[in-house]
């Protein structure tokens, strides 16, 4: 079971950070990731996070994302800084990734976030 939040309406250059609350699987195991879906376009990886926190990122959030977690509480987080309107989507987290970036897990609800002034 997922739960994503934290997302709303930012403006160009701000932040919001994005949390995922993850229940029902033996989290410390597992690769997790976040991914964005764009109206109209397909599901990408925005960032996934192993469990020692090696981390690998989409080219078009490096610098600005951070992805981290926190084993203990099963919780998984992505702080965005430095907003654009191209990061504009509906954001979810999944709890069981490959390094290549593949989802195998199931699906949250997501949570919108819209870049905009």
């Known amino acids: 079971h997922l739960v994503e939040s934290g997302g709303g309406l930012a403006q160009p250059g701000g932040s919001l950070r994005l949390s995922c609350a993850v229940s029902g699987i033996i989290f410390r195991i597992n690769i997790m990731g976040w991914y964005r879906q764009a109206p109209g376009k397909e599901r990408e990886l925005v960032a996934l996070?192993?469990?020692?926190?090696?981390?690998k990122y989409a080219d078009s959030v490096k610098g600005r994302f951070t992805i981290a977690r926190d084993n203990a509480n099963n919780m998984v987080y992505l702080q965005m800084n430095s907003l654009k309107p191209e990061d504009t989507a509906v954001y979810y987290c999944?709890?069981?990734?490959?390094?290549?970036?593949?989802?195998?897990?199931?699906w949250g609800q997501g949570t919108q976030v819209t870049v905009s002034s």
């Open positions: 999944n709890p069981d990734v490959n390094w290549a970036g593949t989802p195998f897990g199931s």
């Open positions: 996070i192993t469990k020692i926190g090696s981390t």
